[in-house]
């Protein structure tokens, strides 16, 4: 079997970090699937130049045209992104600057038996109208606020409902994401649910001792991973810090919100006792879960985050706001804490507790074993095999791109 995933949620040559949930999940099931053959279009915003005094949008001038990541060949076609215009029209130019590359593709015999699509809107929507334009059958993945915040505005709503309609099936990766997909009127037999997992040889337990000793720790240690965006919700951290005199974090990852949030520290008191470690790659992770007392993710929405089962597969307990597939993640006390409330007073609450009484670090990884890549791989991949096998066609006679 040959798919095609596609996606603007994938990490590139400049942004090695972007989307990396949906590269482990595609070489997970390459691993144990030797049989099926992928190619990854993942469009980049264009933008023309590289220079640093640009942030992040010079990564997009960095990206590559062409790439190889784990033995995958990607593709990486520029879009416009024109914010004023709203996100209504997102799909109809990400479509026009990428179906030229897959009929290229096809051109040069890799002729896909499937489009594999990330992320519902508007990855899924554009998805959609490739493969109706190619008579090829697509298969959704909900990852999070694609469905959980764009169908409130009523176009996006709209042309998620018709892009549904010509998907051969949709997958979300937690039961509470399925609900929101239901809402929008998708009938729910159509919708099965594959959570995230963890690469359990890459996270595992280690000697915390002695990794603490190299990093030169001492006393309570709270790490956070995740982009430096607002959902994400860093400054609750930072926040409950002088509630804890004798915590300290780490956090993990970049974004645009840096500058407030190290201002936040300064503000506080306590820049002395947050590190800002910028983009952490994925194999030095490990070493910063087991060195941590707990992980902490207060962000205000998460689909099913990775990052709590990378934690969990170190041994590392996560404490973390009860929103969507998160309490689906974390339902045993090995895995850790959900938050009654996202303030600063309530994790403080949370990290004296757990502190007071920590679960059993090998409890912990033995609850995140559940969630390996496996369970996850076989489902999506039986998912995929039928909707080739069906062949299913999107027809011209519904449009996308209009309005209701």
């Known amino acids: 079997m040959k798919i095609l995933t596609y996606t603007t949620l994938y990490p590139n040559a400049a942004a090695p970090l972007h989307g990396i949930f949906v590269e482990n999940r595609l070489s997970a099931m390459l691993a144990t699937h030797p049989d099926i053959e992928a190619q990854v279009v993942a469009p980049v915003p264009w933008f023309p130049l590289p220079w640093e005094c640009f942030r992040g949008y010079a990564q997009f001038a960095r990206c590559p045209a062409t790439e190889t990541r784990r033995g995958i060949k990607i593709v990486h076609p520029r879009f416009p992104a024109i914010p004023k215009l709203g996100m209504s029209i997102a799909p109809t130019l990400l479509y026009a600057a990428t179906i030229g590359t897959v009929r290229r593709l096809l051109a040069d015999g890799f002729d896909f038996d499937v489009i594999d699509a990330h992320y519902f809107y508007p990855d899924g929507v554009a998805a959609a109208m490739i493969a109706r334009s190619l008579g090829k059958p697509v298969t959704m ?208 609450n949370a990290v004296r507790r757990l502190l007071s009484a920590p679960p059993d670090r090998a409890r912990t990884r033995a609850y995140a074993e559940r969630f390996s890549w496996a369970r996850t791989i076989e489902d999506h991949v039986q998912r995929l095999r039928s909707s080739a096998a069906c062949r299913h066609r999107v027809s011209a006679a519904a449009p996308i791109t209009g309005t209701n």
């Not at 009523?154 to 949709?170: E, G, M």
């Not at 879960?289 to 709590?308: F, I, K």
């Open 141 to 348: 993945v909900v990852h999070g606020s694609d469905i959980t915040l764009l169908p409130r505005f009523a176009i996006p709503r709209w042309q998620i409902k018709v892009a549904a309609r010509w998907a051969s099936s949709i997958v979300t990766v937690s039961r509470s994401l399925k609900e929101n997909v239901a809402a929008v009127g998708v009938p729910r037999d159509k919708i099965g649910v594959s959570p995230n997992g963890a690469d359990l040889s890459r996270f595992y337990l280690a000697d915390r001792g002695e990794i603490r000793r190299f990093l030169g720790l001492q006393g309570p240690l709270l790490l956070s991973v995740g982009a430096l965006i607002p959902r994400k919700s860093h400054e609750i951290l930072i926040s409950a810090l002088p509630l804890m005199p004798d915590v300290r974090a780490m956090i993990a990852g970049t974004g645009s919100e840096e500058s407030r949030l190290r201002a936040l520290a300064r503000r506080l008191g306590v820049e002395d006792r947050v590190r800002f470690l910028g983009a952490v790659p994925q194999e030095k992770l490990c070493a910063l879960y087991n060195a941590a007392d707990a992980m902490v993710l207060a962000s205000s929405r998460e689909g099913w985050a990775s990052v709590l089962m990378e934690s969990m597969a170190s041994g590392t307990p996560v404490i973390a706001s009860a929103v969507d597939g998160t309490p689906e993640a974390m339902a045993s006390p090995d895995a850790g804490i959900i938050l009654p409330e996202r303030t600063p007073e309530a994790l403080a």
